[in-house]
């Protein structure tokens, strides 16, 4: 699979993982998506190193979504924890 391939799947991935964390994002629907992107990347990536599979199995694949899903939900954390912490030190 390839890079364009894992950007849409990042989108679709940062979709869910904002309906599976729901909450107020300090960013917009713009961050929401660059952070879908990154985790979709992100999953690919860790689905490489920890499983040894070349970039997971394909775009329709269950373990595909699940890696990008869950490496969407990994930066989605990280970033209400970091600007999360920041805007309410400002307010």
């Known amino acids: 699979m390839g ?18 964390m729901p909450g ?7 961050i929401t998506m660059l952070i879908g992107i990154a985790g979709g990347l992100l999953g690919g990536w860790l689905g490489k190193v920890i499983f040894g599979v070349d970039s997971v199995d394909g ?3 269950l373990s595909t979504w699940i890696a ?10 990280l970033y209400r924890l970091v600007t999360g912490n920041r805007s309410r030190r400002h307010a």
């Not at 107020?24 to 713009?30: F, S, T």
């Not at 869950?70 to 989605?76: A, E, Q, T």
């Open 59 to 61: 775009f329709f694949e």
């Open 68 to 77: 990008a899903i869950v490496g969407s939900l990994i930066l989605l954390a």
């Open 3 to 20: 890079i364009i391939a894992w950007i849409i799947i990042g989108l679709l991935a940062g979709a869910i993982a904002k309906a599976i």
């Open 24 to 30: 107020k994002d300090p960013g917009g629907v713009i």
